[in-house]
């Protein structure tokens, strides 16, 4: 049943899942499928936990910069490969547990840095979003497939927000866009997932010593 849940996702895309919908992938019944599952939250948790155990698990480094770039990897790579996971792990409620391993070597790595348990915690959550958001932008996901009739995307790329913006405005308008038109796609190409973990790493790093209160309460 797991299988088949995890198959109609990959396929389909997590909203395609219903118990209606699996049902008829095993050629049974809705009310069959309920005997077995209490709901489709339970079904998404189980099929969570299928993805979690077949993740890899190698060693990591012991310094703890380098433990924590590979854990956050680890993470970024798992999201990437299953981003239908994403936005169900977001709502905060469903998990695979044996993927939270990560979260814990990346909170123990931050401690080691010298972050309190709540900065990194909060750090924790800042890479997180950002790794959320970075595969939410840059994967393809099923779910958004336009069908059948939707043509294939061009292998050009369209022009980059900043030469859109710039395009017929005087420099002064955007001073410093318009000294990045040309090349924003060059740049974009160059920037990596570790440039911006290690972007968040040097911010938060440079509040050790800093209370247990977020930044914004502390002034």
Known sequence: ?????????????????????????????????YHHV??????????LEHVARNLPRPALPHEPRERL??????????????????????????????????????????????LSDERAFWTHQTIWYFTAGQVMSTVPRP???????????????PPHSIEVATADRDAATFPHLSKLAGRSRQLEAAYTYRMGV????????????YGTQPASRER
């Open 198 to 209: 290690e972007h968040v790493l040097d911010g938060a790093l440079a509040q050790r010593g």
């Open 143 to 157: 779910d958004l497939n336009l069908g059948a009739g939707a043509h294939e995307p061009s292998r050009e790329q």
């Open 69 to 114: 770039m590979a854990a956050c990897t680890l993470m970024h790579q798992a999201f990437t490969d299953n981003p239908w996971v994403v936005p169900i792990v977001a709502r905060g409620d469903l998990v695979g547990v044996s993927a939270i391993w990560m979260t814990e070597e990346i909170v123990a790595a931050l401690v080691s840095l010298g």
């Open 38 to 47: 209490r709901d489709k939250d339970e079904l998404l948790t189980l099929v």
């Open 1 to 33: 049943m797991v299988e088949a849940a995890y198959a109609i996702i990959l396929k389909e895309g997590a909203e395609q899942l219903t118990m209606r919908r699996l049902a008829i992938a095993l050629d049974s019944t809705a009310m069959a499928v």
